[in-house]
């Protein structure tokens, strides 16, 4: 399951990306779970659209897949939550978007 977050993560900011951007991932070893912080360096998310990327079927205005689904991100979050975690998104337009989130540790 928790693949299944960073690939779509991953396939939805490859969409808004273009040749050159940059993606970075950050790792934090807290004492229960681990940290994700997942960044890229596309053309980011508007500030009033933000609030909604994980709504099931939403399409942001600057997404270019005409065969986008708008559920991606609404996977993520239904993901996480089936694991007690949450996820978060920051952006700036034609900076970066950046999504972080807990995993818990197990074992």
């Given amino acids: 399951m928790t693949d299944r977050v960073f690939q779509n993560i ?9 040749p050159g951007d ?9 004492t229960d779970s681990v940290l994700v912080k997942i ?3 596309g053309k980011g998310i508007t500030e009033d ?5 994980f709504t099931r079927y939403y399409k942001g205005s600057k997404t270019k897949e005409e ?3 708008g559920l991606g991100l609404a996977i993520v ?3 996480l939550y089936l694991h007690k975690s949450t996820i978060r998104g ?5 900076q970066d978007t950046r999504f ?4 818990p540790l197990y074992g």
């Fill in 77 to 79: 979050k239904k993901f």
């Fill in 22 to 30: 940059v993606f970075t991932f950050e790792f934090e070893l807290l």
């Fill in 90 to 94: 920051y952006s700036k337009i034609n």
């Fill in 39 to 41: 960044n890229d360096t």
């Fill in 67 to 69: 065969n986008s689904t």
């Fill in 10 to 18: 991953l396939d939805d900011a490859i969409k808004n990306c273009s």
């Fill in 100 to 103: 972080e989130f807990q995993l």
């Fill in 49 to 53: 659209e933000l609030p909604y990327i």
